[in-house]
C-alpha cells in the first residue's frame, strides 16, 4: 500500500455535498462504495486508512479539483476507481504522496469559482434569446464590492459557523456576457462563505445596497434577521483548484478522457434542457 492523493471532478446537483451523511446521497458514500466495491476498503473499516478529503463541499457544489489521499495498492489508478464510480464522479490525476500526507491540512490555498448570470447594466434582452429576467449588475460596483471583501476579515456575519471564522480572501470577476464568473481564493473556507459573498457583491452591483454595507457585514456586532445574507444557489459553484506546491499530479489520460466525456454529455444535456424550458415559457407568452 502507498500513500497516494487523487483529483477527484464531479457534478454535484445530484449530492448532498460532499461528506457523507446517513440516509443521503453524497460524493463520499460513492467514493467509498467504490473502494469497497474494489476491495480497497474492507469491513469492519468504516473509511481507507490514511484517508482526507482537502474540503467539503455543500449540497448542489461540483468540483473539478477536490483531492482525497489514502493508502492505496500500486494498481489503483484513477481508471480503476473510475470502473466503480458512478458516471458523475471521475478520478482524472493523482500523486504519490509522503507518509504523513493530509489532504486538508496541506493544502496551501482552495479556490471556487461561482457562475453569476448577471446581465450587465444597460443590456437588453432580445426576444429571440428570451433569457430569465434578472437585475442588471453594474460591473464598477460589483468589482468594488470584491475589492472590499478581499484581505483579512472576520466573516462571522458571512456563515453558519459560529468559531474559527477568521479568513483571509482573495475576490475577482472576470465578464462573459450576461455572466460575471467570481474567482474566490483563500487557505480554507466556512461554511456558505462563498456563496453568501456572491450574495453580497451582488446586492452591491445591481444598487440594492451600497458599498458601505459591506463595512456593515464585517463589523464584530452580528447582523440582524432582516439584514442577513442569505447564500446564493449552490449549482453555480465549483472547486477548481485546491493547491499542494509540493506535489506533481500525473493527469490519468484515459480517466481524463472519460471524465471529459462525461461533462461534455451534461453540458449538451443542460443546454437541451435550457432550450425545453424555453419553448414552454415562450408558449404561455
Keep these: 500500500m502507498t500513500p497516494r492523493a487523487f483529483r477527484i471532478a464531479y457534478d454535484g446537483t445530484e449530492y448532498h455535498g460532499y461528506q457523507r451523511q446517513p440516509d443521503v446521497a453524497t460524493v463520499e458514500d460513492a467514493i467509498f462504495d467504490a473502494l469497497r466495491a474494489l476491495d480497497v476498503l474492507e469491513p469492519p473499516a468504516d473509511k481507507p486508512t490514511g484517508y482526507a478529503a482537502a474540503g467539503r463541499t455543500d449540497a448542489g457544489v461540483s468540483a473539478l479539483a477536490q483531492t482525497i489521499a489514502l493508502e ?11 470502473a466503480d464510480l458512478p458516471a458523475d464522479i471521475r478520478a482524472w490525476a493523482a500523486a504519490d504522496v509522503p507518509a504523513d500526507f493530509h489532504a486538508t491540512h496541506h493544502a496551501s490555498h482552495r479556490e471556487y469559482t461561482y457562475h453569476l448570470y448577471a446581465p450587465p447594466a444597460g443590456a437588453g434582452v432580445s426576444d429571440a434569446d428570451r433569457e430569465p429576467v434578472a437585475p442588471a449588475v453594474d460591473d464598477d460596483r460589483f468589482h468594488a464590492a470584491c475589492e472590499a471583501l478581499s484581505g483579512s476579515h472576520d466573516v462571522h456575519n458571512l456563515t453558519p459557523d459560529d468559531h474559527n471564522t477568521e479568513r483571509s480572501l482573495t475576490l475577482a470577476a472576470n465578464r ?27 446586492e452591491i452591483g445591481t444598487g440594492e445596497s451600497t458599498l458601505a454595507k459591506v463595512d456593515r457585514v464585517l463589523e464584530p456586532d452580528p ?6 445574507i442569505a447564500p446564493a444557489p449552490p449549482e453555480p459553484l465549483v472547486l477548481t483548484d485546491v493547491g499542494y506546491p509540493e506535489l506533481a499530479f500525473e493527469i490519468d489520460d484515459a480517466a481524463a478522457a472519460s471524465a471529459r466525456a462525461v ?9 437541451t434542457g435550457a432550450r425545453v424550458a424555453r419553448e414552454v415559457a415562450d408558449g404561455m407568452r
Design 223 to 228: 447582523l440582524p434577521g432582516h439584514e442577513g
Design 72 to 82: 492505496a495498492p500500486d494498481w489503483l489508478a484513477p481508471r480503476a476507481l473510475n
Design 176 to 202: 462573459d456576457g450576461d455572466y460575471l464568473v467570481v474567482t474566490v481564493s483563500a487557505g480554507g473556507f466556512a461554511r456558505e462563505l462563498v456563496r453568501r459573498l456572491v450574495s453580497l457583491a451582488r
Design 263 to 271: 461533462f461534455d454529455r451534461c453540458r449538451i444535456d443542460r443546454r
